[in-house]
Every structure is written in C-alpha cells, then in structure tokens.
C-alpha cells in the first residue's frame, strides 16, 4: 500500500492521531471508561419484566393476568416436623408466630394461615403453608425480600424443634441474583489471572501481556456501565453482564493481541517505532475492523428473534465489541507509541525471546504442508470427524432453565424441593386464563365446571386440586391446573398439549365472546421454541447474507466467503453436538459438576450460532488476509496459503488459547446455564482454530487453487476494501554514490 492508499485507511488514521496526541488519546479512553461505568451504574439496568419474558399465547396470557392483578409475588413459608402434626400446641405456636410476625414486615401482605384453612396442609398433618405476598413487580420483590427472609430465620430460631423455611418467586429470584453475582465474581477472579499467563507465554514479556488484558477489561468496564442507558428503552435480560464478560474480555484480548503482534512483527523487521505502528494499523488494524463489524453483523441477526432476551444479548455484545474495536484502534496505539520498544521490558526467565517478531510456526508448517500434500484425504478426515461430532445435535432437545438448575445446596432449592414433594400443586401448574365480560354469568360459569371436570379424567396427566382465581373487576378467570412433571420435560408437555388442543377447545374456548389462552412453565417453553423457529430461517439469511457481502468485498472474492460459510457451519454443528453428548445425555457430569435437565438450555443454540459465526470470522479474516496479501505480492496460491497461515498460526493460536480459556472459566460456574454457555463457545473455538483453520481451510484452498480467488467479471465494480492489505512502504533511503572503479589492466 502506497502512502496516499495508507491516507484513505480509516485505522492508520486514527492510530495515526492518537501515536500524536497519546496523552489526550489515554487519558479521555480512562475518563471515557470511569464516567460510562458510574453513570450506567447510576442510572440502573431496566430489566426484562416478567411479562416480556413470554411468547405467543403464553404472553397474551400473562398480560391478561398482570392488567388484572392475578400475578401477585407470592412466597410461602413452610413449617414441618416429622414428630409434630398442625394439632399439636407446639406446631400451632409456631405458625400463630409466623402469621403475627409477617404482617409487620414491610410491603408483606395477603398472610394466608393453615390454621383457618386459608392455605395448605399436607395430608398427614405433617407439614403446612403459610402463604402470603410481596407488594410490587419481580424485580421490586427481590428488592424487598431480604427483611422477610430475616424475619422467617428469626422464627426458625424461636422454633428449632419444627423446619421453618421460606420459597417463592421473589426469593428463588434473590437466589438466582446472588448467585449470578458470585458466578460472575468467580469468573473475574479466574479469568484475568489465566490470561495474564497466557499473553505472558505469548509474548514473554509481562509489559507486552499486559496491554491486551487492558484493553479488554477496560471495554468490559466501560460497557458495563453503557449498557444500562439503552437498557431505559430496551430492556435487559438478568444474564447479560455475564455474556459481556465473556465476549469483552475473549475479543478485547484478541483484537490488542492480533495488533500488538504484528507491530512487534515490523518493528523486528527492521522498522522505525513510528513506521511499525503505522504498518500495523494498516494491516491488522484494518482486519480488527472488519473483523469488529462482521462480529456486530452476526450479532445483529437476533434482533430479528422479536424476543427481548436475545435482543438484550444483541445489545450488549454489540456494544461491547465495538467499544473493543474502538480501544483497540485508538487508545492501544497510543499506549504503543509511548512505550515504543519498552513494551519488552518485563522479560520472564525462558520464555523472554518468545516477544519478537513474526516466525513460521514449524508445528503448523509441517501440519499444513502434510495437509497440501494430502488435500483430499486430509478434507475427508477432518470433515468427517466434525460431522461425526455434529451428527448427535439432530437430537437436540432444548429446555426452559428453571430455578431447578442451581446448585442443590441453595437453601431455598432444599424448600423448593421439599414443598414439590409434599405440595405437588405447589410445583407445576398450567395456567389456562379465560377473559370474558362476566366470569360468574351461567356459560363461563358452566365453562369452567366442564374443564375441571375433564381434568379430572386425566389422572396420568393432571394432579388435583383445580384452582380458581377470578380478577376483583370479574373479567379474569385464571384456572390453575396441576400437571405431572418438572414444567419443562415432555410429560409436562404432553400435559399442555392435552390442555391446548382438547380439554380448552370444549370447555372454556367454547364459551361466546371468551378468549382464553394457556401459560405456565411448559407453556412458555413451547411458545419460546414456536416462535424461534419461525424466525430462524430470517435470522440465517440475515447473518448469512451479510457475512458473505462483507467478505465479498473484503477479498473480491465469491468462493472465499461461500467457504468460510460453509467452514463455520461445521464448527458450529460440532459443537452443538458436544453440548447435547455432555448436556442433554449427561456425560462428564461428575467432572463438570451438573445434573442433566435432558436438554440444552433454550436460548443457547441461537446465541451461539450468531456469536461463533462471528467470532470464527475473526481468524478468517485474520489468515485470509495474510494469504491474500502474499498471493497478490506475486506468490502462487499455494505458497500463499502455506506461508500465510504457517505465519499467523502463532497468533491465532495464542488468541484462541486466550478464548478458549476465558470460555472454559464459566465451566466452573455453578449455573447450569454458564456451563452449557462456557463449553460450547470453548469447543466450537478450539475446534475452528485447529480443525477448520489448520486443515479444512488449506486442504480446501489447495484443492481450488486459483479458483478461490475468482470474481466474476460483473463484479469488478467492488471497492477495494481489502483485508489487512499491505503495510505502507517506508521511504527507501537514496542510493550511496558509486566508487569509480580502476581499470582492469590489458591482458599481456
């Protein structure tokens, strides 16, 4: 690249600005990063409501309930003995105390007692609910629930002979919180260490370590705080701090590394400080960017979803990668221009001379070599192997998370579970919901006799007793069904089924002028699940689309793009079929630490199709660019794609150990959820910077020789982005004079 093409580089520019005002450069990223996380932390995240967090007709459903006041925060505390029964004084003492005490609690209301039949004993006397309500939506509850909670351990002291526990909505979600917190605390603890080690062996210097982690902590800082402004309008999902940790810290070390390496790379060969920053903002700097944007692109396809927790995720990962592109071409090249080649102070014993500059890999050149020589075999292998690996995902089964899958030492999973045993119409419940003028007039009164009484038919299915709640204007009926299962297998499925398509239709859906509709945990889960795969196909040629367009004027190319396509399919499949062999059929969960719910999480296998399509783009672009810079440096295709990737193997090799290590940190976590989202994210990584890149791509490029280059000549009209391009050619120095020569003396 000439200087006056290096002029247009939008990367070289900024670079350039900010090698020549480092101060300003640095100093208003730190003020950026501080004010963005104290003013989002002033304002607060705006979480998804409950409500929004439904589909189709379960959310129709909820919104009836919620506009009629029938989805208070309920909550119980549970009183047992397996001695005392609800007729001894000693038992009747202390539910007397729970029912005087409650009242008194700020924001409890609705105090329901065992005692006077207004809430449930078991049958054999054993046990009892004291059933009451938390004021305010879910997010307010868990906000005010720790009193409530004090006040029940303050009543399990005064009472140590009888079991005297609490459970409810707004207390599972206080559990869920807290535990989401010490998840994420856990996952910082470990992750900035291990990479700290990683950059550390990468570049054997603990100066040139420490800039990438920078870069990528200070965008997760940073985006923290940023995304709770957007949050006003679109709300957040609960989990979003976690994929933010993720995703920010895997591509603000990955972006800085892709840069620092090759800066370090031309400042080995044997140019200037300045003119090796240049160099590599022309060419890596401009990858980063097109790999950012592909990252963003991807991430983008689940707006398309319409559901506000993949919208949410679509926010934040959007966010955050491009806070990471914009540290990455900004404030990174002026920390590099003022440390200049202090950046290799800092040496660790041994692994001190591992900093320099760019070396073929020999690991990954006998590899690649091996691989052109045996093209075809090395394609069928390989590929082979990850269809294999892909072929248990066509079993894939996804399930709702639920508040089962904390970790069963949580106190109020030991309730949850004691209450479910004793009290099954306390666990799963099907909610079917009829809106209709009056709910006392003859036909929905006579609508609602038949449904319970065809309920009652089905013993396999249902579990009595039927409730009936009806709204205070008397416009709502919510008819609590109790159904056999967890709420998200397929016995509690096949209960819903039942309910939606026969025992509704004739009963309650027959009613003139009714509209009814079914919510609950199964119901939520298979509306979650209609409604994605109606919008799949939208989301796959929205990201495909895209993708292949900006690869297609990245390499004037038509078959790199179809390829990489292609290629990345692979590595996602393979790891969708991990995730169902350890997930859903429970291998490895002694050593992962989990019990199997019999699937994979619902919102999963989408995020991870959008995230590792776009994060695989990364050393796509990354390789590819090199190739291409070699390939047009007059190099035939074949030496061009030996040598471009024997020399990034290194870096992509150090920036998908960065990944995969930052991923498996949430395989420690103890939500099922983390787990599932560390692990698979790590395989479909590790699998696509070995697997895809270090044997499909050559064997694959080999195998079309030039072909992967053609670009049909009605296409000729693309710009000429470019991947990484090539380096700006520094000044040539002028030639030394010449030393006249004595002449040769005559022969004799």
Request: net charge negative; aromatic share 8%; charged share 20%.
């Amino acid at each position: 690249m000439d200087s006056h093409r290096s002029a247009h580089n939008v990367a070289a520019r900024m670079a350039r600005w900010s090698s020549r005002n480092r101060k300003k450069a640095f100093w208003g990223w730190l003020a950026f990063v501080i004010l963005a996380f104290a003013i989002g932390n002033a304002v607060g995240p705006n979480l998804i409501s409950d409500v929004d967090n439904f589909n189709g007709e379960s959310h129709d459903a909820e919104v009836a309930l919620d506009r009629a006041g029938l989805r208070p925060q309920s909550e119980v505390v549970f009183i047992q003995s397996d001695r005392l029964t609800i007729e001894d004084p000693e038992f009747k003492a202390a539910v007397k105390d729970v029912t005087r005490h409650l009242p008194k609690v700020p924001y409890v209301e609705n105090v329901k007692s065992p005692l006077l039949g207004e809430s449930t004993v078991s049958a054999d006397g054993h046990a009892a609910l004291v059933d009451f309500e938390v004021a305010g939506d879910s997010v307010e509850a868990r906000d005010r629930i720790d009193p409530v909670l004090a006040e029940v351990a303050s009543a399990q002291k005064r009472h140590p002979a009888l079991a005297v526990e609490q459970f409810g909505g707004a207390s599972a979600n206080k559990a869920i919180n807290d535990t989401i917190g010490d998840d994420l605390a856990s996952a910082g603890m470990l992750s900035l260490p291990v990479t700290l080690i990683l950059l550390t062996i990468t570049f054997g210097t603990l100066v040139a370590a420490g800039v990438p982690l920078w870069i990528g902590l200070s965008a997760v800082i940073a985006t923290l705080g940023l995304v709770n402004l957007p949050s006003q309008i679109l709300p957040i999902d609960g989990n979003l701090s976690a994929v933010i940790l993720l995703i920010g810290l895997a591509v603000g070390v990955d972006y800085s590394l892709f840069y620092l390496k090759r800066e370090r790379e031309e400042r080995a060969a044997g140019r200037s400080e300045e003119a090796a920053l240049e160099a590599a903002a022309a060419t890596s700097g401009r990858a980063v960017l097109i790999s950012g944007a592909t990252v963003m692109l991807a991430m983008g396809g689940m707006f398309i979803s319409g559901d506000k927790t993949f919208i949410s995720f679509a926010l934040g990962t959007i966010l955050v990668v491009a806070v990471a592109v914009f540290a990455s071409l900004t404030v990174l090249p002026a920390m590099l221009s003022w440390l200049g080649d202090r950046i290799e102070k800092g040496r660790v014993p041994i692994l001190g001379r591992r900093g320099g500059g760019a070396r073929e890999s020999r690991f990954w050149s006998r590899v690649t070599g091996a691989v052109m020589r045996h093209p075809g075999i090395s394609l069928l292998l390989a590929g082979g192997l990850l269809v294999a690996l892909a072929i248990p995902a066509l079993g894939m089964k996804s399930v709702t998370s639920d508040i089962e899958e904390l970790p069963g030492d949580l106190a109020v999973i030991q309730t949850y579970n004691k209450v479910k045993k004793i009290f099954p119409a306390e666990g799963v419940t099907a909610t079917v919901v009829m809106e209709v003028d009056d709910v006392k007039a003859l036909e929905p009164t006579t609508g609602i006799a038949a449904l319970v009484d065809r309920v009652d038919r089905f013993p396999k299915l249902f579990r009595p007793p039927t409730e009936l709640i009806e709204s205070k204007d008397g416009t709502v009926a919510q008819i609590n069904v109790a159904t056999i299962g967890s709420g998200t297998d397929q016995a509690s499925l096949d209960a819903l089924n039942k309910l939606r398509d026969d025992i509704v239709p004739a009963t309650v859906g027959a009613v003139d002028g009714a509209t009814v509709n079914v919510t609950g945990d199964a119901a939520g889960s298979a509306d979650f699940s209609s409604n994605l795969s109606k919008r799949l196909p939208l989301i796959f040629a929205f990201v495909f689309g895209l993708a292949f367009l900006l690869m297609l004027v990245t390499f004037r190319s038509i078959v790199i793009p179809i390829k990489a396509i292609l290629l990345n399919l692979l590595s996602v499949g393979a790891a969708y079929g991990v995730l169902v062999l350890v997930f859903q059929n429970g291998n490895l969960e002694g050593l992962l630490g989990f019990t199997s719910n019999g699937g994979v999480t619902n919102w999963l296998p989408l995020f991870l199709f959008v995230v590792l399509f776009g994060l695989s783009m990364d050393y796509h672009v990354f390789i590819l660019s090199r190739v291409k810079e070699l390939y047009d440096s007059g190099m035939t295709s074949d030496e061009a794609v030996q040598k471009g990737i024997a020399t990034t193997a290194g870096t992509v090799t150090s920036a998908a150990a960065v990944m995969v290590a930052v991923f498996l940190v949430f395989v420690t976590l103890s939500f099922l959820d983390f787990k599932e989202m560390g692990l698979g994210l790590a395989a479909a990584v590790l699998i696509d910077a070995t697997i895809i890149r270090g044997i499909l791509l050559p064997a694959s490029m080999k195998l079309l020789g030039d072909w992967n280059w053609y670009l049909p000549s009605w296409l000729e009209w693309l710009p000429h982005l470019g991947g990484e391009g090539e380096p700006p050619v520094p000044p040539r120095e002028p030639p030394a004079p010449e030393v006249p020569k004595a002449p040769r003396p005559a022969p004799a």
